[in-house]
């Protein structure tokens, strides 16, 4: 389960269902002169208006951080869980109108408690942000920021100053030496009185070879350099040949690897090295 994958909308439902959780232990009804119990007193009322929306809000979540979408009487788990949101909703809604319901018709004096109050209020928060998280691009947002990724190294590069990298001191190389520059007493290096040219033994010195320029790039070779990014919302990835089919979906808060600029589109390495075109980058964000 990818954490990383939840919205904004998704972190709102889970806020509400907290509330919602905390408000069944709460007075359900009001009355001044009796021993008015909480929703747990009332296996209707809590089933129907707190844990529904309670089991509601977990199915959103587990439906978001799944890879791949479940099914529940043919529905995906996502839409089953906005569906007992609303019902919550409902039932507190009614509830609120008429919460003589549970009690004998003599008692008049009684009225809706803080724990109904809270919990309609909280019910209602939960069912607006499941109905409008898919329609509303704020709450599309990425809950948690994914870290920022290391930026991508030339194939093949290694990291400075390591032995045999240009620049790095060699063993043997007085401090302070050039590269490439032999220190005193090396093959090479004159000594005093000593012919430029010359080794120490007397005998001439060949030239060395000019080192080889780098060939110059072709033509029609891409300026594109990889990078990191990350999707605002899920979007697939297609195979490279056009297959319509998608191979993978991308997630929010994770980050992938760009290598290669296909037209509009990027051709994107997932993490287990799957490689794919993205045929939607707006809104990307770029590590």
Do not use: C
Request: glycine share 16%; proline share 12%; net charge negative.
């Amino acid at each position: 389960m990818n954490i990383r994958s939840l919205t904004r909308g998704d972190g709102v439902v889970i806020g509400a269902a907290v509330v919602l959780f905390i408000a069944s232990f709460l007075d359900a009804f009001d009355s001044p002169g009796g021993d008015i119990p909480n929703a747990w007193d009332s296996l209707g009322l809590v089933m129907g208006m707190y844990v529904s929306g309670i089991i509601g809000a977990v199915l959103i979540v587990v439906a978001r951080g799944l890879p791949q979408p479940r099914k529940v009487a043919g529905l995906d788990l996502g839409q089953f869980g906005v569906a007992l949101t609303i019902f919550s909703a409902w039932t507190a809604l009614w509830t609120i109108f008429d919460p003589l319901g549970f009690f004998d018709s003599d008692l008049t004096k009684v009225s809706a408690g803080v724990g109904l109050i809270l919990g309609l209020v909280a019910a209602l928060v939960m069912a607006a942000a499941a109905v409008a998280t898919p329609l509303v691009p704020a709450l599309q947002a990425a809950l948690l920021g994914a870290p920022r990724p290391q930026q991508p190294q030339p194939y093949g590069g290694q990291p400075q100053g390591g032995y045999g990298y240009p620049g790095a001191q060699q063993p043997g190389q007085p401090y302070g030496a050039q590269p490439g520059q032999p220190g005193p007493g090396q093959p090479g290096q004159p000594g005093p009185g000593q012919p430029y040219g010359q080794q120490q033994h007397g005998q001439p010195q060949q030239a060395a070879a000019p080192a080889p320029q780098p060939a110059a790039p072709q033509g029609g070779a891409s300026d594109f350099s990889p990078f990191w990014f990350a999707v605002p919302v899920p979007r697939p990835l297609y195979a490279e040949d056009g297959n319509p089919t998608p191979i993978a979906e991308l997630a929010p808060g994770t980050w992938y690897l760009a290598v290669e600029q296909r037209g509009p589109g990027l051709v994107a390495q997932t993490q287990d090295g799957r490689r794919g075109v993205l045929q939607d980058t707006s809104g990307i964000q770029r590590g």
